[in-house]
């Protein structure tokens, strides 16, 4: 899988972007597991990529209820038994 980022809020910590292989549009946050730091992506269709993209401020509570692990069903890639807290 081959991740592009479009927009990088540093501010809010999260990115929105275009998995190059399947293009399919994702939110990412940074998460650590004590051992790694790395992203979480969570798939969102493309008004909403559009949306994000144009606003970031728009993201902030779909960002939330990633990091509270409430969209895990949207989850791109699967967490292994040691997930990560998000940061």
């Known amino acids: ?13 999260f990115s929105v972007g275009i998995e190059q292989d399947s293009g399919r549009f994702y939110v990412s946050i940074p998460v650590s597991n004590g051992m790694a ?3 979480e992506y969570y798939e969102i ?11 970031p401020d728009a993201a902030l509570p779909f960002v939330a209820r990633c990091k509270k692990r409430e ?17």
């Open 1 to 13: 899988m081959k991740f592009q980022d479009v927009l990088v809020s540093r501010e809010h910590m």
């Open 37 to 39: 730091d790395y992203e």
């Open 45 to 55: 269709n493309q008004a909403t990529f559009e949306l994000f993209r144009r606003d």
């Open 71 to 87: 969209l895990d069903e949207l989850l791109i890639v699967q967490p292994g038994t040691n997930r990560g807290t998000a940061i």
